[in-house]
């Protein structure tokens, strides 16, 4: 049973430029929410997809955009990059509904650089 | 405003003793509490939960506790072990499915 996987590892990318993250969520689960996580800090929410819409959107500006696939995958993009980033992306995968946990997986995250 | 609030960023404890990480949180709507082990160049991953009906949550070496009134929360680790060592984080959210907030870290050590 493969867990919540993100694509890619690592990556470097020049400020002004625009950068897409991937996530595929845990098998069965329907719902994927993106974290940034700074340095020496704790996940900060960036928004939640589920059936392919926008649920929930934390305080990130308008530059963040994601995407949800019937497959329930989910891609994050960021335009403009700004040094501030910089940072790990986490995917999180979970089940909605009565049916489902309160309790997210998730991935081993991007490390995105931007120089 | 940091609404979940890990005050201690390090914690060191002898190998077989016990393990107390803190929280504090200052939002009064939070009604579910989350704690996740995060091990370098991985995820968090899920450790224990707590929703608000309840004071004490525990499975097998690790207990959580949790003060409405205080509005503070803690996870005990007995007997702690080496491979305890890693950054918990904890987290709340005010209702099921919602998104969850974190607190910054503590840095668990275990010396053995």
């Known amino acids: 049973d493969a867990g919540v996987t993100q694509s890619p590892t690592h990556l470097i990318k020049t400020r002004g430029q625009q950068v897409t993250l991937r996530c595929s969520p845990k098998?069965?689960?329907?719902?994927v929410s993106w974290y940034q996580q700074a340095l020496g800090q704790g996940p900060q929410f960036i928004f939640q997809?589920?059936?392919?819409?926008?649920?929930q959107r934390g305080n990130f500006p308008d530059r963040f955009s994601g995407h949800q696939f019937p497959n329930y995958s989910s891609e994050l993009n960021v335009n403009a990059l700004l040094l501030g980033d910089s940072a790990l992306y986490l995917c999180a995968s979970s089940l909605a509904g009565d049916r489902g946990s309160y309790e997210q997986y998730f991935g081993p995250g991007t490390r995105l650089t931007v120089t | 405003d940091q609404q979940v609030k890990q005050n201690s960023p390090s914690l060191s404890v002898q190998e077989g003793r016990i393990s107390i990480l803190n929280c504090d949180y200052t939002?009064?709507?939070?009604?579910?509490f989350l704690w996740y082990k995060k091990y370098p160049a991985e995820g968090p991953t899920f450790l224990i939960s707590i929703s608000s009906i309840k004071d004490k949550n525990e499975d097998g070496r690790f207990t959580v506790f949790l003060n409405k009134s205080a509005k503070h929360l803690s996870l005990h680790i007995v007997p702690s072990q080496p491979g305890d060592s890693a950054v918990y984080f904890c987290a709340a959210s005010e209702w099921r499915g919602q998104n969850f907030v974190f607190g910054p870290g503590t840095r668990l050590s275990v010396l053995p």
């Open positions: 098998s069965g689960h329907d719902t």
């Open positions: 939002n009064s709507m939070f009604d579910y």
């Open positions: 997809y589920y059936e392919e819409e926008e649920r």
